[in-house]
C-alpha cells in the first residue's frame, strides 16, 4: 500500500508523461500513464489521482491514476517478474485498463508488446503470471470485446464464445474448439485458454 493513497488538487499543467498538481503551496509531479493524461481536466481544474509511491535511495516517484482498476493493475504489473514501473506504465499507456486485462485473458502477447520496452517474453510473463486473477482485481466484468451486433442469441450466452468471435474467428471453427471441451466446472477464462491453444491461438483469416 502506498504512503500516499491520492492527491487532489488543481492542474498546474502536464509534460509527456506527467501531470502538475498544485496542492496548497506545493506543486506535485505525478506520473501518469498516456490514457488517464489525456482524460484529466485543463490547467486550472480541478482532479484527484489515486497514487503509487516508489521510493529509491535517490529517488522517489508518485504514480497517479484515474481509477482504481489502473492502479491496480499497475501494481500488479510492477509485481511480474522483471517488469518495472516504467515497463508497467508503458503498457497501461498503450492499453486502457479493460483492454490489458482482455488481452491477459486472451493471451494477445501481440496488443502487450505494442508497450515501448515491453517484449514478446515479457508479454508472456505478465499473461503467465496475470490471467487467473485479473477480472477478479480490477473489479469489473471484463468486456466481451469486438463481438458484432448480428451475433446469434445461442453466441450471446456463451461469454467464451463471444471472446472467440471478437478475436476474429468464425462462429463454426469457435464452436468446435469449444465443443471439445465439454466439462462444467471450466471457467471461462479456461475455456477460452484451451480453444485459442486447440486453434493455434490465432483466426484464420480464410475461415
Do not use: C
Amino acid at each position: 500500500m502506498s504512503l500516499i493513497e491520492a492527491i487532489e488538487g488543481t492542474v498546474e499543467g502536464t509534460t509527456g508523461n506527467s501531470a502538475l498538481v498544485r496542492i496548497g503551496g506545493i506543486v506535485f509531479r505525478v506520473l501518469v500513464p498516456a490514457h488517464d493524461l489525456a482524460a484529466l481536466p485543463a490547467t486550472g481544474g480541478q482532479v484527484r489521482l489515486l497514487t503509487h509511491l516508489t521510493v529509491r535511495e535517490d529517488d522517489l516517484q508518485l504514480y497517479g491514476f484515474v481509477t482504481e482498476a489502473g492502479r491496480t493493475l499497475f501494481e500488479s504489473l510492477i509485481g511480474v517478474s522483471q517488469v518495472g514501473p516504467k515497463a508497467a506504465m508503458a503498457v497501461l499507456s498503450v492499453l486502457s485498463p479493460e483492454e490489458l486485462a482482455g488481452a491477459i485473458v486472451a493471451g494477445d502477447t501481440v496488443a502487450i508488446s505494442r508497450a515501448q520496452g515491453v517484449g514478446k517474453r515479457t508479454a508472456e510473463r505478465i499473461i503467465l503470471e496475470l490471467k487467473a486473477g485479473v477480472e477478479e482485481a480490477i473489479g469489473v466484468p471484463i468486456p466481451a470485446a469486438g463481438v458484432s451486433a448480428g451475433a446469434s442469441p445461442a453466441s450471446a450466452g456463451d461469454p467464451a464464445l463471444q471472446w472467440l468471435l471478437g478475436l476474429g474467428f468464425s462462429a463454426t471453427e469457435a464452436r468446435q474448439a469449444l465443443a471439445v471441451e465439454a466439462e462444467d466446472a471450466l471457467t471461462t477464462d479456461e475455456r477460452v485458454r484451451r480453444a485459442l491453444q486447440r486453434m493455434g491461438g490465432a483466426p484464420n483469416p480464410t475461415a
